[in-house]
């Protein structure tokens, strides 16, 4: 059982930034892939971005060249850092890990990001 806690959610002005924290529990973290998921209002989960063990990432279109995804394997932590946000960015944001070998998946309860004036 793999248990995730997403931290630094809140509200922030158009332009601006936030870094939103996912701590795992367990001592396979450096092992399993790791994503942040958003769900506005009315939509669909959707993937924001993803981190491979070895550090290769991937990010949807709408947040490239504004946001990064990172891990501390160290801390099993994984990261979002969100920067120039938009209105359209608010959004439930969840973190999500796919354990290996055998893929588990495992979702954290989410972390609010409002972007608003």
């Known amino acids: 059982q793999v248990q995730l806690v997403e931290s630094g959610g809140g509200l922030v002005q158009p332009g601006g930034s936030l870094r939103l924290s996912c701590a795992a529990s367990?001592?396979?973290?450096?092992?399993?892939?790791m994503a942040w998921y958003r769900q506005a209002p009315g939509k669909e989960r959707e993937l924001v971005a993803d981190?491979?063990?070895?550090?290769?990432?991937n990010y949807a279109g709408s947040v490239k060249e504004r946001f990064t995804i990172s891990r501390d394997n160290a801390r099993n932590t994984v990261y979002l850092q969100m920067n120039s946000l938009k209105p359209e960015d608010t959004a439930v944001y969840y973190c999500?890990?796919?354990?290996?070998?055998?893929?588990?998946?495992?979702w954290g309860r989410g972390t609010q990001v409002t972007v608003s004036s």
């Open positions: 999500k890990a796919t354990t290996f070998p055998r893929p588990v998946i495992y």
């Open positions: 367990g001592s396979a973290f450096s092992r399993y892939n």
């Open positions: 981190i491979a063990p070895g550090g290769s990432t």
